[in-house]
């Protein structure tokens, strides 16, 4: 194993324990398995316990094999000390075993007796070396700068080369060198034991190692392999002498170590370095470095050479072979003491010769226990070192990083007594990784207020352990109190009904239903509670309750209220609807049982105060709000987009308002909020509207000062977000969510949010109520009408999951009807009948056969890594896509993967050229979209180089309202659009092409894209062109998108069969051949 290798792999420190570990003889019972690439050892620590290692390797049969992994059973487990001192070890034994191993087979000598035999496989006798061979020697050389060059320690060297003895007997170098030593052996008349040790030595010295222009003398300076000290050791015990030139004595010490002398005056602190080499002392000007672990000294008639005892940092290998004295002034002392010091006394011995200065004392580091509470009852845990003067190292650092004294055996006890209080508390195994503390680790909810409680106050009483708490501490506490569970059950007007009740009651605090249940429901020992109090779910009381929910395999809905028959099989499932429901989900039901018999929709116009004109589909919108509103119910109003879902809603304000109501609250995406106050000041200039931009804490305004002064309040997702307690300070009287896809994700900050916020009816405005799954739907109608579907659970399972997989077509018909009074929506076909008509195109693009290629090339690639991930997609769902995202971009252009292929022409930007250059040569302006802006700003570099003016518009654009109005007013005839940034607030209607550059799976955004030109007030037929690379992924994501546009149809339009979203299935086919 190369050594630079080695130390990369467990970090200096590591390295320099355990290479003094190899040096102390402390290995023993090495073997190495070279079919299984394993290597074993036992290791003898500091303390004199036994530590077995194993180290697996591969491309043991290379030059340069690497390290896969290791174990061993010291407290750090891997990659540590212990490991580096079997494998430095292994190196000094086994360097040669590839020449050992093809030398010719001994010649076979008679039998020995059977225990001669057994001791001689076990300890196989060294061969004798020949008498007739000659000597082989090393020889040390020290070559000073050139006259002509300045004199400095870089130019220094002290060159190593093989020699051996002449017809006078003295040392030659004859024809020998570094290149040909390890094949001469018994052809040159050597000693192959010692010709294999040159060979050794020569792998050893490293890449980066100087050689001298002849090539006969390897550098020493520059040797950065620690093994060059046992191999001189080896050397000996070779006979190999070590001999410099004619008058020169070799010397090679036992041990070398850097001693910094400190001396105070008036002025300052005056630090000069110096080497000890087993006890004499030498200046640092006088001494030059080798690697990093050894130094020599060099004079006229003297070479000295030693192994350093702590291996020299870059500065201070740097600073060797200088006469730099180091400065501190004296108001600068207490500075160098806490913080220079202790770094200073690691890495040196510090004296005073002339007892003017005295060193501080440095006591044992501690343990410092990092707590870092955040918010959602998060916390981090980290363990660090902290030093004499404030220094800190990790965790497990090596011996090096601590003062002299604190010895590796006092701060493992410290770690002891750390793992006997965590083994104390069941909660604290999750501060370990292998039966040792982790470095860091994170919890939350129940487990981070239990650790908080139980856990750090104990750790904060061992000696040598401090808590750092980071962020604001919650008072955490157990209730310990046994629970009292009421379970009330009370016969109802209607026979065979009881109205059920059930209440969980700890030291004087009622416990929620919702989070209990769902708590037993997942099995959780704990449930932790909004006060910041917990408690132990493992009690008898709670006992039933989880039978009940171990028993129940299923999910009933709640028809009747708070009630169960007595009829009914298990008690479980009413349970769970009766938590995921709540008493608010029953009240809504009880309104909804009233409007199912027999209210109807009364005819009434909008006030006179709406300055704008209704067409008949809106004003059955606007009636259709009004209704709903009126009895206090919520919905979802689905038009598509263009259709004038703004108007009907500010035609809702305004009837609202003549009624004496309270204000609007309409929640908007950052990007469509100037959109609402121009359209609210069009059609009801006499409503008073007021934009939120900001959060209540930047802008000094809360949202009830606001609301007192308003009779429309406009604001983004984002702000409401934050605010949300805020706004649910205000009792609105309508809550409207515009572009309502951003609250589809019902586990979103933003979805839980406008959940809380207070309104007599809610309203969803979108044009695509769903875009991938039926869930999306329910995330919306658990903030608008939060008891249609009172639990989520019982929606998938009745709905959902049959729905997706084909299996429900009389799901799906209930499905419907259960939406119709609560969701509106209208298509351009049904009732804009006068927009003018809307072509669309498939391009197909042939790629360049050098695109082919290429592409052909990268897609076996990707089948070939992807191959067994497909078989479980939802664990590689990453890697997956990225592959995915790669193919894709491949399909437009070379050059997005790799800036080397710009070569490759991209036949999707010839034919967008191609299609433009009519078009605009027609007086047509166009709208150019792609989900790539790597891709888009291909297209504008293409624009550019052929003088064709464009306005440019993605996610990153900061004058969005600029940019649009650029394009509205000017006269370029292309708008460059990212999907993302144009998908919504844009009414576009000055161009009527359309050219759509890469497919994607969610019809919905492709949909929104067109509809930015094809919307009300478009005079002119609309040219829609999709671009689609033949033979690609590209069409198969064409025909993903049509199986969510075909569920889109069927639960909103009425359409007939289709199939799940975007499956594992789906993924799977990407990749097929």
Known sequence: MDALDISRWVGAAAFARGRAYARDDRVGQLTWDRGAG???????????????VVVDLEGAETSRPSIVSSTCECYV????????????????????????????????????????????LLAPAAPAARRDARPLALRLEHRA???????????????????TTGARGDWIAANLTWQNIGFQGESGGFDPRQARWFAEFHALRGTRSYVSPTGDGIALDDFESPLLWPLLDDARERGIAVVGPRGTRIEVGGAADVVVDASLDDEALRLSSAIVVDGSVYPADAVRAIGSHGVYLATSDRILIAPLTRALTPEARRSLGTTETVSVPRAELDDFRSTYYPALARRATITSADATFEA??????????????????RLVIDWSWRHTGGATSELDADDDHFAPGDDAAGRREVRDAVLDVIDDHPVGTLLLANRELASSVAVRGVDAADIAAQVLPALEAIDRVELE???TRPEYRELVETPVLRVTAVESEQNDWFDLGVTVTVEGRTIPFRPLFTALAR?????????????????????????????????????TGLRISRYQASLYAEFEDLADESEAAVAWREIVDGLREGAEIEPIDPPASFAGTLRPYQLDGFRWLAFLWRHRLGGILADDMGLGKTAQILALATHAVQAGSGPFLVVAPTSVVPTWASEAARFAPGLRVVTLGATSAKSGRAPADVARDADIVITTYAVARI???????????????????????????????????????????????????????WALLAIVAPGLFASRRGFDETYRRPIEHGLGADRLTVLRRRLRPFLLRRTKELVAPELPPKQEQVLTVELAPKHRRLYDTFLQRERQKLLGLLADVDRHRIAVFRSLTLLRLLSLDASLIDPQYAGIASAKLDTLGEHLDEVIAEGHRSLVFSQFTSFLQRVAERLDAAGVPYVYLDGATTNRAAVIDEFRGGDAPVFLISLKAGGFGLTLTEADYVFLLDPWWNPA???????????????????????????????????LKQKKADLVADVLDGGAGFDSALSADDLRGLFAE
């Open 38 to 52: 394993r290597l074993r050892a036992v290791v003898r620590g500091s303390d004199g316990s036994s530590y077995p």
């Open 77 to 120: 487990g891997s990659a540590c000390k212990h490991a580096v001192a079997a494998l430095l070890s292994a190196n000094a034994a086994h360097a040669a075993s590839v020449v050992s191993e093809t030398r010719p087979p001994a010649v076979s000598t008679p039998p020995a007796s059977d225990w001669r035999s057994g001791l001689t």
């Open 145 to 163: 700068p050139a006259a002509r060059r300045p004199v400095r320690a870089s130019g220094s060297r002290l060159l190593a080369r093989p020699v």
């Open 360 to 377: 501080p004392l440095l006591t044992p580091a501690v343990l410092v226990l990092h707590a870092s509470f955040e918010s959602g009852d």
């Open 469 to 471: 708490v980071v962020g």
């Open 523 to 559: 099995g959780a020992k704990k449930l932790l509670l909004v006060d910041k109090t917990y408690l132990s779910l493992a009690q008898p009381v709670f006992e039933p309750l989880r039978d009940l929910i171990e028993e129940a395999g299923s999910l009933d809905e709640w028809e």
């Open 723 to 777: 605010d949300a307690p805020r706004f649910a300070d205000v009792h609105w009287s309508a809550l409207v969510l515009d572009e309502a896809q951003f609250v589809k994700n019902p586990a979103s900050h933003v979805h839980r949010a406008m959940q809380t916020i207070h309104a007599d009816a809610r309203f969803a405005v979108t044009g695509t109520p769903i875009e991938n799954n039926l869930g999306e739907l």
């Open 1005 to 1039: 955004s492709e949909q929104q894209a067109i509809d930015r030109t094809h919307r009300i007030g478009q005079q002119k037929n609309v040219m829609v062109y999709r671009l689609v690379a033949a033979d690609t992924i590209e069409e198969k994501v064409m025909a």
